[in-house]
């Protein structure tokens, strides 16, 4: 049995909602402003961390069935307190929250009356969102329909419109840039798409593409890998589309008004430009849309997991139970919530990227004792000190000794440990087959 073309764009289009939430929005505009002329540099690194890994991602957990087994790989103890530690993050510790909060403080508190009851007015807002978002994912078997039919064409047209009238109407300006993107372009927007969380998303959405695929009648497993690889490619296509349309719009409005505090009041700027007050409207929207897919796809998956779990809670209560949580997360505040992610993604982020590329290497490496072990363990060991300085810890003497690691002040030095590591675990086996063979 072979997909139908339609079928192919559908399960694309739901890929990239799952993907385009809360971060995909205000990050690439972020970036172009305060990038400014160095924005093509930049957006071409954070290309690599924010499209490229997480359709590698997808590819890779779709062909281990999951990320509990590539982890354990590492280790089965390892792959539990990992696994847990992803969904949590993603989802009802971080990701959700975030998604939520995102689209009320951006597009509708700035206009709501000077009197008004923020507190109260977020509690309504959360609460009919995560209503929306629960009952959405109550029926995973219709999320293509829902999702990909739907809500994902209605979000990439509003995108689109705004981005044609800033063609014809907007006015460009772009400005150097900011410090921290003039010195090293390249590594800030690698570090930067991060941000978007997507690479540890795609640790958690490739089993769901995988099973949505089986859902159309593809059992067999290179059939599923095929679809799930196109997929892939093609939502990668326009998530990448999307990023420089947002990207451009933040590098030419770079000299027409001052640094924003995050990129949802760049974005904010630039469709009042476009549209004066009217465009609260619209950006309503664009945030509500982008982030009630990515939330449901995020409750969906993450129940889908702690039902595996357990027989005493079903998905349905894993549901309402996330739901809740990250209904009173989310009430907390957008920049209490911004605040806590920049630590946890420095600490997780390098060790899912390298559990991508071992994944990706798999059929090379699979015979190599304790390749993925010692690579995760000395990735995530210099990653967690890294986030504890970065949190404002000093750990002394380790924090010297890292300091002296290759690109480490530029949070990278967790890439040359792993290659280093690499290697040399490729070398002792090498030498182990040597000798074995000669005697």
Not at 85 to 113: K, N
Not at 167 to 193: C, D, H
Not at 395 to 419: E, T
Request: glycine share 8%; aromatic share 12%.
């Amino acid at each position: 049995m072979q997909l139908k073309k339609k079928q192919i764009l559908l399960v694309s289009f739901m890929l990239f909602s799952l993907f385009f939430g809360a971060g995909n929005l205000i990050f690439p505009p972020f970036l172009g402003q305060n990038a400014g002329n160095q924005t093509p540099f930049a957006i071409a690194a954070f290309l690599i961390t924010a499209v490229a890994l997480p359709v590698l991602g997808v590819i890779v957990i779709a062909k281990f069935d999951g990320l509990e087994k590539l982890a354990r790989k590492v280790n089965p103890s390892f792959a539990i307190v990992f696994t847990i530690l992803i969904y949590l993050s993603i989802g009802p510790g971080l990701g959700i929250p975030r998604a939520a909060s995102l689209p009320f403080e951006m597009a509708v508190a700035p206009y709501l009356p000077e009197e008004a009851n923020l507190t109260i007015f977020m509690l309504l807002f959360s609460f009919v969102f995560f209503l929306i978002a629960g009952w959405l994912a109550l029926t995973p078997t219709k999320l293509v329909e829902r999702v990909g039919k739907f809500l994902t064409p209605t979000l990439l047209l509003l995108i689109l419109f705004v981005f044609f009238n800033f063609l014809f109407r907007g006015t460009v300006q772009v400005a150097p840039a900011q410090i921290s993107y003039s010195t090293n372009p390249l590594v800030k927007g690698f570090l930067e798409g991060y941000l978007t969380m997507d690479t540890i998303a795609a640790l958690n959405f490739g089993l769901v593409i995988a099973t949505t695929i089986g859902t159309l009648g593809i059992k067999e497993k290179r059939h599923v890998m095929k679809y799930t690889i196109m997929t892939g490619i093609f939502a990668g296509t326009i998530l990448a589309s999307i990023y420089l349309i947002l990207a451009y719009m933040g590098m030419s409005s770079s000299g027409v008004f001052p640094i924003q505090e995050n990129g949802a009041w760049t974005l904010r700027c630039i469709i009042h430009q476009l549209f004066g007050d009217p465009g609260a409207i619209l950006l309503a929207a664009i945030f509500t849309l982008a982030c009630l897919t990515t939330c449901v796809g995020l409750i969906t998956s993450i129940s889908q997991y702690f039902s595996t779990l357990t027989t005493k809670l079903t998905y349905r209560h894993w549901v309402f139970l996330i739901v809740g949580f990250s209904f009173l997360i989310c009430n907390q505040g957008l920049n209490v919530i911004l605040s806590i992610s920049v630590p946890i993604l420095d600490a997780i982020y390098p060790i899912s990227i390298m559990l991508i590329v071992l994944g990706l290497l798999d059929s090379y490496i699979k015979n190599i004792p304790y390749i993925y072990p010692c690579t995760i363990g000395a990735v995530g060991f210099i990653s967690i000190v890294y986030a504890i300085e970065n949190a404002g810890l000093n750990l002394g003497r380790i924090s010297k000794l890292f300091h002296s690691l290759p690109l480490y002040s530029l949070g990278l030095g967790w890439a040359i440990v792993a290659l280093v590591v690499m290697i040399l675990c490729c070398s002792a086996y090498g030498i182990k087959c040597s000798k074995n063979n000669f005697f």
